[in-house]
């Protein structure tokens, strides 16, 4: 079972920048891949960013050029620097984390949510 605990939410205004962390514990033995999803209220869950366990990445156009995610891999820690925060980015942010399962399939696991809550 793998464990993820979000933190770094909170308010800011509009133009500011918020740095998010998920720590991921548990019996890990490995990582496919990391990311972070949003959900405003009244709409679905939105995909913000991944990273894979190659590097790759991969960005919600809304998002591109002000987001970035990164890992510590030594520390199971994935981050989200958020920069010239907008009042559209305001969700609660869910991490999430897919992790290798028997017979080739793949868990998913997520985060309970932080919130982001951006002024104007």
């Known amino acids: 079972q793998v464990q993820l605990v979000e933190s770094g939410g909170g308010l800011v205004q509009a133009g500011g920048t918020l740095r998010l962390s998920c720590a991921a514990s548990?019996?890990?033995?490995?990582?496919?891949?990391m990311g972070w999803f949003r959900q405003a209220p009244g709409k679905q869950r939105e995909l913000v960013t991944t990273?894979?366990?190659?590097?790759?990445?991969n960005y919600a156009d809304s998002v591109k050029g002000r987001f970035t995610i990164s890992t510590d891999i030594a520390k199971n820690t994935v981050y989200l620097q958020m920069n010239s925060l907008k009042p559209a980015d305001t969700a609660v942010y869910y991490c999430?984390?897919?992790?290798?399962?028997?017979?080739?399939?793949?868990?998913?696991?997520w985060g309970q949510g932080t919130q982001v809550t951006v002024s104007s």
């Open positions: 999430n984390a897919d992790v290798p399962g028997g017979l080739g399939s793949t868990h998913r696991y």
């Open positions: 990273i894979t366990n190659d590097g790759s990445t």
């Open positions: 548990g019996s890990i033995a490995s990582i496919n891949a």
